[in-house]
């Protein structure tokens, strides 16, 4: 393991100081292999496949999937490349001339579970930010990510980029988790864990290197009394229902009091198939089923919805500071005051007015590809794309100055 | 210390809300309370000093050195207020607006040495930014440093903010310590070290919380063969010898082989009063003691400087990148190409052309203040002012869409 951190390292620095140009033909080799290859790629596919015994459809690749993971790979080859762009540029008054300037971090490590695609859009995208990657696939999709990762090994050595790259723990043993979460002697700058709830809080609590990490997407969207009710009904609806599984998805409906014997009927009809879980004031006004207290922290990724009844703005802004996660948050008001004072007051990664907040998307924000969406607050938060995986330097020019 | 964590957590909710204008207030206020409680603080200072075994005159306060204390805090209230300014702004094809806002990030643990300064200059810049802070002490400190928090909290309370907003530990107990690098129960967001490199490295150990430190500065400047030999002179005494103590001080100084015996001479006729310790090629062109290997990993912090010789812009990029810490470096030369070549290779938190390593100051980049130098690439590196205590969240504003 040390050894890969090392061949990591040395490559970082070479990636460092390739065009932009050179990166963008290596992430095409990239997807061209991934397509020359597979017939490979299936068979080891359906050889983790026959052995899983849950999370099957995660898991599962067929030649549509594969095409998506190989075309997802070569729209990264044409994202604008982060590195070497000038972030800011002032001049102080004795005449030095400073610039902040993107840098790459140098080398991630990416923790990871089912997914086979995250192998290729991991790294597509450190590539893209001039990082170096270490891959550890989950073990129930091992044989997929290997086989990826032997198609992105050969994109790397037909464009002359050292394989230290773009390496993977070819192993299931679990210590080698360990290992990179103790940063692998140094080599390590930075670890992703991608995966559920367990996964990234075991490392975040023991990782000894800085990590990027989202835990939970407990999102809520927010009806105010001066909602538009038809607007109102079709954001909840796509923000429940367009994708249950989807950390963007929301978890929560929060109802102005006030409007709630108007909003609600008109909500609850929009939400045909969900199920709702009120609290005494919803259900006042529609039957449904009575949520616990462990409904409002909870993250479904189901068609089920908590609901609740909230005194306005402060209402809305006391609930979500108690139980929301940081993820996402909407409201839905026509009233611009309302909606300015709940932009404000909500501290999460992204607070959206009048928009379903199933746009929690680095594709959605124009990043093109993501990586993750960060719920911390240092370095990255939200949609972690090739501009979020990069450090920065301040470039100074002087003309001899000596500081007094 | 968990009630400190809750405190400061309630405190982090007013501040955020506040106006730029309210925390400029209330760092006014403090900056008086300092003057005003000078006997109190100067008396506590003495005993301090009474006490110290060493570092003495780190510890030392007298009525130059508070009123100077006073005024660096006073001038943290004139600062720009980052808080609420958009850092970016874009329209999505489907008419959704996305700005980028900075927000505070929250609770920011300060634990620090001798120095009393930090206890105010910390306590201004978490302020500034929008955040509340928990201080620790070094214990050979703690006297000045109760007393300084004093006139900080009578400052916070005449403005009518929180006393959460700005709490130190009142114990010398080390226990603190430990707890303060657990997150007290999630209470803290960052934690920033300030001291000597052993504090710094149990900090980035040991934090179960992300931290901002400043581990070592082995700075170095090159001097390129087409350098301006009476530019260089000035250049090289005034990064190593103007202020010897302070990280930004050149500590190893690498010169082209090709142009040393004539460049040499003059940089060491210019470097009276400072030890050279020279490899081989340079001790045949000036006389000087021999360096050992680990003189090119020291940070002296003292009138003492390491030499060697270096073939062009790789050989003295080559050595940096073995022997820095990616604190600063600096090249002096006429010619921009290897200029800008080295600007572009060398991979430290700050680089620079033509001008002395002991620019790398937040007062000189025009930050106004800053809590310390970062020597890590995650989150902020360089100089860390108020503008990097922030974090930032997305705000989207639509008119109804929802995702297809």
Chains 1, 2 share one sequence.
Not at 3 to 10: I, W
Not at 19 to 34: D, G, T
Not at 351 to 356: C, K
Request: proline share 4%.
């Amino acid at each position: 393991m040390n050894q890969m951190g090392r061949q990591a390292r040395l490559a970082a620095d070479v990636l460092r100081s390739l065009s932009a140009e050179a990166r963008s033909e290596a992430i095409r080799a990239m997807a061209r292999h991934i397509r020359a290859e597979a017939g490979a790629i299936l068979a080891a596919n359906a050889a983790d496949v026959g052995a899983a015994t849950a999370m099957v459809d995660r898991l599962l690749l067929n030649d549509a999937r594969l095409e998506g993971i190989a075309a997802a790979v070569e729209a990264v080859a044409d994202l604008p490349d982060p590195v070497g762009a000038e972030i800011a540029r002032w001049q102080r008054p004795n005449g030095l001339d400073i610039a902040r300037v993107r840098t790459p971090i140098g080398v991630i490590g990416m923790i990871y579970e089912s997914r086979p695609n995250v192998t290729a859009d991991a790294a597509a995208i450190c590539l893209r930010s001039g990082n170096a990657i270490i891959l550890r696939s989950g073990s129930e999709a091992l044989r997929s990510a290997l086989a990826l990762h032997r198609a992105l090994a050969a994109g790397l050595a037909e464009t002359g980029i050292p394989a230290g790259a773009v390496q993977i723990v070819a192993t299931a043993d679990r210590a080698a988790v360990g290992m990179m979460l103790e940063g692998l002697s140094g080599a390590i700058d930075l670890i992703i864990p991608r995966g559920g709830k367990a996964l990234v809080e075991r490392v975040s609590r023991d990782a000894r290197v800085p990590t990027l990490g989202h835990l939970e997407g407990v999102c809520h969207t927010y009806v105010h009394e001066s909602a538009d009710p038809v607007m109102a009904a079709e954001i909840v609806a796509n923000a429940k229902l367009r994708r249950v599984s989807v950390c963007g998805a929301t978890e929560t409906l929060l109802v102005d009091r006030a409007a709630a014997p108007v909003l609600l009927p008109r909500l609850a009809e929009a939400l045909q198939g969900c199920e709702l879980r009120g609290d005494a004031g919803a259900r006042a006004i529609v039957p449904m089923a009575a949520a616990a207290e462990a409904d409002w922290a909870t993250e479904y990724l189901a068609p089920i919805l908590a609901v609740r009844l909230v005194d306005g703005v402060a209402g809305a802004v006391a609930h979500i500071a108690r139980y929301g996660t940081g993820h996402t948050e909407a409201i839905v008001a026509e009233d611009p005051v309302a909606a300015e004072a709940f932009l404000d007051r909500v501290d999460s990664a992204i607070v959206i007015w009048n928009a379903s907040t199933q746009f929690a998307d680095g594709g959605e924000f124009g990043f093109g590809a993501e990586i993750g969406i960060a719920t911390g607050k240092l370095h990255a938060r939200g949609p972690v794309g090739p501009e979020q995986l990069t450090s920065f330097k301040y470039v100074v020019r002087g003309t001899g100055q000596t500081r007094p």
